[in-house]
């Protein structure tokens, strides 16, 4: 099931490569991917620190990223298979919104898989921090 996970993370970063975060619009296809207790834990060094849960609290979260932005993407560096985690080392990439500024920063997110379907994220600030939650070492 581990090359499974690898390929369902996979599957969502190519929509999000080219800027297309439109799953979480399409409820019912949200829910063939991600379970209904879903759970997105952005880095606590962000503005946006904290726990988003279910559906609706990924919509929001999603929506507080692409309205911050003219143009944002998530380029996808690699994805290493963790078991039933999935490791996604990532460039968020984009102009802040009126401000002209272009934001690229690293960020590796830890995805927990259970049948299929993600049940939380979980994003670190290095690639070294996100392999050590999995009990991986570089």
Sequence with gaps: MSQENVEIV??????????D???MDRESEWREVFEPDFEWHTRADLP???V????????RLRDEWVDAFDDMHIDLGELIDAGDHVVAVTRLCGCLRGSGHELDVEETQ??????GRATEVRAYLTRSEALKAVGLAE
């Design 21 to 23: 975060f439109s799953l």
């Design 48 to 50: 946006d620190a904290g």
């Design 52 to 59: 988003r849960k279910r559906y609706e609290g990924i919509v």
């Design 110 to 115: 830890v995805w927990r898989m259970r049948g």
């Design 10 to 19: 996979r599957s969502i970063y190519v929509d999000w490569q080219r800027g």
